[in-house]
């Protein structure tokens, strides 16, 4: 009974911003790895970032410097900071976390319904 739910995505002009978030709620009794996914129009999927429950990070390299991933425990909820958009970087935005449900006895993977982002003039 465990959900993500997306929010931030839209259409930004080249070189805005916009801030991604994803907040897991339900009958969570822990939240580890999360992370940020995305699919672009003849692409397959790809990893943009994730971070670890103890805060460390790893990027994509096309979005290194530009991307900030956060997130808050309290809250199950992670961030997705976009500076400096380029057209490129167009595409659905998924969500991911490895939740341990309560009375699940371990960890699976949820993941949101995806947001759209377009970056275009």
């Known amino acids: 009974q465990v959900q993500l739910v997306e929010s931030g995505g839209g259409l930004v002009r080249p070189g805005g911003s916009l801030r991604l978030s994803c907040a897991a709620s339900?009958?969570?009794?822990?939240?580890?790895?999360m992370g940020w996914f995305r699919q672009a129009p003849g692409k397959q999927r790809e990893v943009v970032a994730g971070?670890?429950?103890?805060?460390?990070?790893n990027y994509a390299e096309s979005v290194k410097g530009r991307f900030t991933i956060s997130r808050d425990n309290a809250k199950n909820t992670v961030y997705l900071q976009m500076n400096s958009l380029k057209p490129e970087d167009t595409a659905v935005y998924y969500c991911n976390a490895d939740i341990d449900v309560s009375g699940s006895y371990g960890y699976h993977a949820y993941w949101g319904q995806g947001t759209q982002v377009t970056v275009s003039s």
């Open positions: 339900g009958s969570i009794f822990s939240v580890n790895a």
């Open positions: 971070i670890g429950r103890g805060g460390s990070t």
